[in-house]
């Protein structure tokens, strides 16, 4: 009976973001610039897709409470936990000056609502002495619980650069919860991460791979605290689930975030919350992308700007098939997380010493190569 709600969830997001997308335009409201140290996009696109994503899983839970007749007040406490990290990701989106520190307070403040309706909260991490500590200080567990709540968050808003990159990874680790769920027993996670997903397959559908819609950094914090949640929920409701199964399924953003701050301290402690062009997906665009070559055409650089989210799909995966499969094998799950790592600083080095393997690059197709060159000779003339 679930896949109706889920089924209902997509349809209420698609439509809502074709209603946004064409309110947007007409009001010229809530557009994303399209200069920047980090902006790859010449059109003017609506950075609010947070706003659709938000309905379809208000509604979603909300219709679920009703159709199944069981669990209406743990819903309705999702649902108010989301409202601060939600909100201040709105106002940053609408009024462009909310700094990212009320966004990572707002964030933590939802974290300890959380804490205090769902029980969700980081009560242990398969770490000896680690999880002493968490049982003996329970402040330590909460100072800890917002940190991991509020970082996950932002690590989503970090990765938030591209078509379709987000919004895959996000639909990637609330399917594998939910997989992961239901090898549990744990219905109420699994439909939560279920309702969650189908929201932003709906949002999908428009941002990839013509961007036609950004989800913004309401959009970007709603998730990354939802993901945060159900991550700690599994995990304090499931004693058999390993905390480094969601810990593992997050890692690709969470390791971007505290490698870019390591970068980026290495060079002076006062760029370290500054923006710069240096992230791994962006890296990938500029070095890998060679199929449009270096054409300022807005449809080359819009299709440079999709494609390069495939390769970070695939990093996703890499960690959701482990997490799914070991998910109660803290050692395995350890051993893939420092995998990652390591693959995350090879790859990051080749990159910036443009050393990549030939069969990563996607070069011009023959008739883009014939195009040019005709094009080149027509111009000597």
Known sequence: MIWGFVFFAVLTSFWVCWLTIRMAHQLKFGG???????????????RLGGIPIFI????????????????????????LCTLPAFGIGLLEDITR?????????????????????LDAGLHRLDIPGVDTLLA????????????????????????DGYNGLSGFFV????????????????????????????????FLVWNFPFGR????????????????????????????????????????????????????????????GQPDALHLHQLIYR???????????????????????????ALAVFCAVPAMLFWNNTPALMGFSFLFAISYVILYRRLIQ????????LKPSASKRLHTSKRTRSSSK
């Open 136 to 159: 003996m200080w329970p402040l330590f567990a909460l100072v800890l619980t917002l940190v991991a709540a509020g970082g996950v968050a932002h690590a989503i808003n970090i990765i």
């Open 287 to 313: 070095r890998l992308m060679k199929r449009y070559g270096s054409s300022k055409d807005p449809h080359h650089r819009l299709m440079r700007n999709s494609f390069t989210s495939l390769y970070l799909w």
């Open 32 to 46: 994303d610039e399209s200069s920047g140290v980090q902006k790859f996009h010449d059109h003017w696109v609506p």
């Open 213 to 272: 819609i950004f989800m913004g950094d309401a959009g970007a914090y709603l998730l990354g605290f939802v993901i945060a949640e159900l991550a700690m929920m599994l995990v304090v409701r499931n004693p058999e689930v390993s905390p480094w199964c969601p810990l593992l399924l997050v890692m690709y953003p969470v390791w971007e975030t505290l490698f870019s701050v390591f970068r980026r301290a290495l060079r002076s402690l006062a760029q370290i």
């Open 56 to 79: 379809s899983f208000f509604s979603g839970l909300l219709l679920l409470s009703w159709g199944m007749h069981d669990g209406e007040q743990t819903f309705a406490n999702v649902i």
């Open 97 to 117: 000056r909310a700094g990212v520190l009320p966004r990572l307070v707002m964030t933590m403040v939802a974290a300890g609502l959380g804490w205090w309706l």
């Open 171 to 202: 639909i990637v680790v609330l399917a594998s919860l939910a997989v992961v769920a239901s090898q549990v027993g744990d219905v109420l996670v699994m439909q939560i991460a279920l309702i969650s997903a189908a929201s932003v397959l709906g």
């Open 354 to 361: 443009f050393r990549m393997p030939r069969f990563m690059v």
